[in-house]
């Protein structure tokens, strides 16, 4: 399992948002570039990005900053917010990111992502964002009725990297990972989960690692790592020894 740091960009900015909420915004740091930098140096083994105007906009918004990120770390970047054409898709893999993360698009236009898969495959991350189990897409603002699992479920077997599974909730909030949501999600479908959505210290880390589920690939942290709640070195060193332990 890896840990993997999260910059969130609204505005040129890295912020943070409490449950997806735009108007509950805390803004960590002025230079998402730096930020990059500082988790690279901390052993970050990816980055994970997201463009929070492109997510409501449904286009991309801060692509100038992420090009700064790219050119300016070696650690490689998933990212999100805003992907919803295969333009988009081909412009950002075009520019170095190594994984797009598509989620309002697997709602609303399943054959896009079909096709993005088959174009890119192995680089194309499936991102299911749940309140109570159930999707929102459109940056979060817009609720429906699909399951989680039931929507994870239609895109078995098109290639995957990975899908994240944030529970929206908890983002934010430090009040825990859903880490029962998570594995039930990793054990019942094909594709490796990264959990996402309130990291609030190491011992989410071990409750993950605890869960002992080789479907979780890695877990995605923000807050936690600004506020200093979480530790990089100290998360990153932790899923390593795990490693050595499991083989032996």
Known sequence: MIIIPAIDIRGGRCVRLLQGDFRRETVYSGDPVEVARRWAAKGAERIHVVDLDGSREGRPVNDAVIGRILSS?????????????????????????????????????????????????????????????????EGWTEATGADALEVARQYEGLGLAALVYTDIGRDGMESGVNVPATERLARRIGIPVIASGGVAGIGDIDRLLAAACPGILGVITGKALYTGALDLEEAIARTKEEAKRVRG
Do not use: Q, S
């Not at 770390?73 to 919803?84: A, F, H, S, Y």
């Open 73 to 137: 770390v070696d650690v490689p970047v998933e990212l999100g917010g805003g992907i919803r054409e295969l333009g988009t898709v081909d412009f950002y893999l075009g520019m170095g990111v190594r994984w797009v993360i598509l989620g309002t698009a697997a709602l609303k236009n399943r054959d896009f992502v079909v096709e993005a898969c088959r174009r890119h495959p192995g680089r194309v991350i499936l991102g299911i964002d749940a309140r109570e189990g159930k999707v929102a897409v």
